[in-house]
């Protein structure tokens, strides 16, 4: 069956390090997303991807990046991680534009930034 | 911009009650709406959506129909069950953008 799925599902880091959080989907989509859930706040668009080296920020893009070399895989990359950046992050794919489309999420990662 | 409220929880039921969930929006043009469900420790699972003034989404026994009038998109299940324990969160696929855009998240804890 297709998925989507992260690594790590936890993650404790050190301020100013670097990380990087995986997504790869199997659904074969176009569409990538990122977001953080935080409390009160719901979900927030990152950054998202069209296609192969398509790259576009989102609402809360600052700190963050992310490169699309396949289909499968849109990883994130906090460049020095901050302490405002501990948080839960979803990935989310999409197959296609319009009114009727769905995202599909993954698991989620719980980053905690020390 | 486009924006979505949702009524603060956590909301407490017994088993077997009706629920309620508000959802307001504001939007330019004509979006879709959707409400999505995240059990604990996992991610966002779409419940159910509307893609035009007045349809009616489904799913599960929930039901949410899209007001334009009222700009509005309540979830609403008759009995609530244990297992629909979770946080809930309605969401409008901006026409303008294309993106999605969630409410802060309801808390809905079902007791025996």
């Known amino acids: 069956d297709a998925e989507i799925t992260q690594s790590p599902r936890h993650k404790i880091t050190e301020t100013g390090r670097q990380v990087t959080l995986a997504c790869h989907q199997t659904w074969n989509h176009n569409n990538m997303f990122w977001y953080r859930q935080d409390l009160g706040h719901g979900l927030r668009l990152i950054h998202y991807?069209?296609?192969?080296?398509?790259?576009n920020k989102g609402e809360v893009s600052d700190g963050y990046s992310v490169s699309r070399s396949n289909t499968e895989d849109l990883p994130l990359t906090l460049e020095s991680a901050a302490s405002s950046q501990t948080s839960v992050y979803f990935c989310a794919s999409s197959d296609s534009w319009g009114s009727s489309y769905e995202q599909y999420f993954g698991p989620g990662t719980r980053l905690t930034v020390t | 911009g486009d924006s979505v409220t949702q009524m603060e929880g956590p909301v407490t039921l017994s088993e077997e009650a009706f629920l309620t969930i508000n959802c307001t929006y504001t939007?330019?043009?004509?979006?879709?709406l959707f409400w999505y469900v995240q059990y604990p420790g996992e991610g966002l699972q779409l419940l159910l959506k509307a893609t035009k003034a007045d349809d009616k989404g489904s799913n599960k026994g929930f039901e949410a129909t899209y007001r334009k009038e009222t700009t509005s998109f309540h979830l609403e299940k008759g009995s609530v069950q244990v297992s629909d324990s979770a946080v809930y969160f309605c969401?409008?696929?901006?026409?303008?953008?294309?993106?999605?855009?969630f409410g802060q998240g309801t808390t809905l804890q079902v007791k025996p």
């Open positions: 991807s069209y296609g192969v080296h398509d790259t």
């Open positions: 939007a330019t043009g004509y979006p879709s």
């Open positions: 969401a409008l696929l901006s026409s303008n953008t294309g993106k999605l855009i």
